[in-house]
C-alpha cells in the first residue's frame, strides 16, 4: 500500500513538473488568486510572462531577466498571487547568486519560502499539497546552502588574495559590506544547519526529494569539516552515499566517496582514504559520460595524494593518469571553444557577403534606372536640338556633361560611405571576437585550473597539520610552487579579462590599472566623478578603448605624466584621456596610419558615441570620447522593493 502511494505521489509530481514548473502563472482578480487548480495550470503555463524572464535567465541575460523577474514580482504580490510571487521569488534569488550579491539571494528566497507556505496553507487541492513538498526541500536546500557559503567565505577572506590586494586600493568595504554588521558568522553556521534540518524532517516520498537531502548531508559534511569535527563530517558523508546507493546513482555516489575520501585524508586516516577513492573509481570505471571522466579525474589525484603519504610510488601513476585526463578535459574544452569561434567568424562572413551582394544588386538596378532615364533624356534633347541653333546645341551640351559629372560624385561619395561602414563592421567584429574570446579563456582558468591549484594547496595545509611542525623541505617547495603557479594563472585570467571590472566597475578596474602601470617615469592620474555600475558588455568595451589608449601613451608618448578623467552626465559617459608627451600630426593619413586608433574609432562609432583628437607635435596630445550610457543597472530602484 506504502509503495502504491509514493507512485501517485511519483506521478502527480511529473505531471505538475511538466505542466507548472515551465513557469508561471497568469495573473487574475478572483479572491483566492494564489490557487491554481491542475486544469488552469494546464492552460496559462504557455507563453506567459515568468517564463520570459526564465529563460532570459537560462540564456545569461542577468540584468534583463532581473528586471522582468521584478515587474513580475511586484505585479504577483498586488493580486496576491502566492504561487507567482514564490516563484519569481526564487529566481530573482538565482539571479543575486549568480553576482555573488548574497544578502539579496537569501532576503529573496526567504520571501519565496514564506509565499509558499502561504499557498500551502491556502491550497484546497490534497494533490497540490503532497507535490509542494518538492518545492518545500528545494528552497530548505538552496537557503540552508546560500548560508553555508557565506559562512565559508566569511572563514576563508582572511586567507583571500582578492580581498587583501582591495585592501590596497580601498574598496575592502565595499568588498564585504553586505555583511560588515555581523560580528559572529556562527549565525550563519547555525542557520545553514536549521534549513538541513528542516528538510531532512520531510518524509522521503519521491526520488527529488531523496535528491535533495543527499545533498543536503554533503551540505552538512563540509559544514562539519570545516569545523573540524570529523566524525560528523563522516556521519552524514555516510548518509549521502547510502542514499545515491539506494538510488543506484553511480556519478553520484563516486562523488560522495571521494568527499569521504577527502575526510579520511583530513584526519591522516590514508589507508581508508586510498579504499574509498579505489571504491569510487570502481564505481564509474566503464562510464565515459563527460561528468564521470570529470569525477574520475579528481579521484585519481586524491588516490596519489593519499598513497603517497603512504609512500606507495604508485602514487605517481595514479598523479599522471589525473593529469592525462584533465590534459583531454581541457583540450575539449578549447576544441569547443575554438569551434565556436569559428562558426561565429563563418557566419559573419556569410552576412557580409551576403549583404554585399544586396548592395551590388542595388548599385546595378540604381545604374540600370539612371541609363534608362539618360537615354530617353538625350533623345528628346536631339529632336529639340534639331531645330535650334549651333551655339544653344553647344550650350545643352555642356549643361549635360556637367549632370553627368554630378551624379558620378555622388555614386563615388556613396560607395566610399559604403566601404567606410563596411570597414567599420569588420574591426568591430574583430574586436568583439576578441574580447569573447579572452572572457572565455578568462573563466575556463579561474573556474578549472585555478580551482584545481586551490585543491592542491588544501592538500599540502592539510598533510602539514598532521606533520605537527616536521614538514619535509619538499612538501614547503612544492606549496611554493602551486602557490606561485596560481598567482600567476590568477594574473593570466586578470591580463584576459579584468576580475576588478567584473566585480566593481569601471571606476576601481581603471585606478588599479593606472597605479600598475605608474612608476618613477610616467605617473598616472584618475578622476571619476559620478561613475556607476552598467552593462557588462558596455563596461569591457569601455574598459578595453582606456586601456587602448594607455597602451599608445605608454609606447610612443615618451610622457612623464598622464591624466584619465571620467564621469556620466545627463546620459553620457565621457573620457578624457591626455599626456604631455611628443604628440603626433592629427592628418587624416597619419591616423590611418594608426591601426589602434582605427579600432578606438570604430569601437566608438558602433556605440553612437564621438571621438575627438587634439594633438600637436612636441605639444603633448588629447583625446576627448562621448558615448551614450548602455543599460545602466537601477541600484536605487532594486534595492526599494519590499
Not at 128 to 154: D, E, M, P, T, W
Request: charged fraction near 25%; charge should be positive.
Amino acid at each position: 500500500m506504502h509503495k502504491a502511494k509514493n507512485s501517485i505521489y511519483i506521478l502527480l509530481m511529473l505531471f505538475f513538473k511538466a505542466n507548472t514548473l515551465v513557469y508561471g502563472f497568469s495573473l487574475n482578480n478572483n479572491t483566492c488568486k494564489g490557487i491554481v487548480s491542475f486544469k488552469e495550470l494546464k492552460i496559462t503555463y504557455k507563453d506567459t510572462v515568468y517564463q520570459k524572464a526564465y529563460k532570459l535567465y537560462k540564456v545569461k541575460k542577468y540584468s534583463e531577466a532581473l528586471k522582468e523577474s521584478l515587474i513580475i514580482y511586484n505585479d504577483s504580490k498586488t493580486q496576491n498571487n502566492f504561487f507567482l510571487t514564490y516563484k519569481v521569488s526564487e529566481l530573482i534569488s538565482q539571479i543575486y547568486k549568480k553576482s555573488f550579491n548574497y544578502k539579496l539571494a537569501l532576503q529573496y528566497s526567504n520571501r519565496s519560502l514564506k509565499n509558499l507556505k502561504i499557498y500551502q496553507n491556502l491550497s484546497s487541492e490534497k494533490t497540490n499539497k503532497g507535490l509542494n513538498l518538492n518545492s518545500f526541500a528545494k528552497s530548505y536546500l538552496r537557503i540552508g546552502g546560500l548560508y553555508l557559503q557565506v559562512y565559508k567565505n566569511l572563514k576563508d577572506r582572511d586567507n583571500d588574495p582578492t580581498y587583501q590586494k582591495l585592501l590596497d586600493i580601498g574598496v575592502s568595504k565595499k568588498y564585504n559590506s553586505d555583511f560588515n554588521n555581523i560580528q559572529n558568522i556562527k549565525i550563519f553556521k547555525d542557520s545553514a544547519l536549521y534549513f538541513f534540518s528542516k528538510l531532512e524532517q520531510l518524509p522521503s516520498i519521491n526520488d527529488e526529494i531523496l535528491i535533495s537531502k543527499a545533498n543536503s548531508h554533503i551540505s552538512l559534511s563540509a559544514i562539519y569539516q570545516l569545523d573540524s569535527t570529523y566524525a560528523k563530517a563522516e556521519h552524514y558523508a555516510s548518509l549521502a552515499i547510502e542514499i545515491h546507493k539506494n538510488r543506484n546513482d553511480k556519478i553520484k555516489l563516486a562523488k560522495s566517496l571521494s568527499n569521504l575520501g577527502s575526510i579520511y585524508l583530513s584526519t591522516g586516516n590514508f589507508n581508508k582514504a586510498k579504499n574509498t577513492y579505489l571504491q569510487g573509481i570502481e564505481t564509474i570505471k566503464k562510464d565515459e559520460s563527460e561528468k564521470a571522466v570529470k569525477t574520475k579525474a579528481t579521484l585519481y589525484f586524491n588516490l596519489a595524494w593519499a598513497m603517497r603519504n603512504l609512500k606507495d610510488y604508485e602514487a605517481y601513476d595514479y598523479q599522471e593518469l589525473s593529469y592525462e585526463i584533465k590534459d583531454v578535459l581541457r583540450d575539449k574544452n578549447i576544441q569547443q571553444l575554438v569551434k565556436k569561434i569559428e562558426a561565429n567568424h563563418k557566419e559573419n562572413l556569410i552576412i557580409q557577403k551576403t549583404e554585399s551582394i544586396k548592395e551590388q544588386r542595388k548599385l546595378l538596378e540604381a545604374k540600370d534606372s539612371k541609363a534608362t532615364l539618360l537615354f530617353g533624356a538625350l533623345s528628346l534633347l536631339v529632336i529639340i536640338i534639331s531645330g535650334v541653333v549651333v551655339y544653344n546645341y553647344k550650350l545643352r551640351q555642356k549643361n549635360l556633361q556637367l549632370k553627368l559629372s554630378e551624379n558620378s560624385l555622388l555614386q563615388q561619395q556613396s560607395i566610399e560611405k559604403l566601404k567606410s561602414e563596411a570597414h567599420t563592421k569588420i574591426l568591430n567584429a574583430a574586436i568583439d571576437g576578441k574580447e569573447s574570446e579572452r572572457k572565455e579563456i578568462a573563466e575556463i582558468l579561474h573556474d578549472n585550473v585555478s580551482a584545481l591549484l586551490s585543491s592542491a594547496n588544501m592538500h599540502l595545509s592539510a598533510t602539514k597539520k598532521q606533520l605537527h611542525n616536521n614538514t619535509p623541505t619538499e612538501i614547503e617547495k612544492t606549496q611554493a610552487i602551486i602557490l606561485e603557479a596560481s598567482q600567476k594563472v590568477r594574473d593570466l585570467s586578470h591580463n584576459l579579462v579584468s576580475s576588478i571590472l567584473l566585480k566593481f566597475g569601471l571606476e576601481y578596474a581603471i585606478k588599479d590599472v593606472a597605479k600598475k602601470y605608474s612608476n618613477s617615469e610616467l605617473k598616472f592620474d584618475v578622476s571619476a566623478n559620478n561613475i556607476n555600475r552598467y552593462n557588462q558588455e558596455f563596461e569591457i568595451k569601455i574598459f578595453n578603448v582606456i586601456q587602448e589608449l594607455i597602451n599608445n601613451i605608454i609606447k610612443h608618448s615618451k610622457a612623464n605624466s598622464a591624466e584619465i578623467i571620467i564621469k556620466e552626465e545627463k546620459s553620457q559617459l565621457t573620457i578624457l584621456v591626455k599626456d604631455d608627451g611628443v604628440g603626433f600630426s592629427t592628418s587624416s593619413s597619419s591616423l590611418n596610419d594608426g591601426i589602434g586608433l582605427n579600432q578606438i574609432e570604430a569601437r566608438v562609432k558602433m556605440m553612437n558615441g564621438k571621438l575627438t583628437i587634439n594633438s600637436e607635435i612636441n605639444n603633448g596630445a588629447s583625446i576627448f570620447i562621448s558615448v551614450p550610457i548602455q543599460q545602466q543597472k537601477q541600484a536605487n530602484k532594486l534595492s526599494s522593493v519590499s
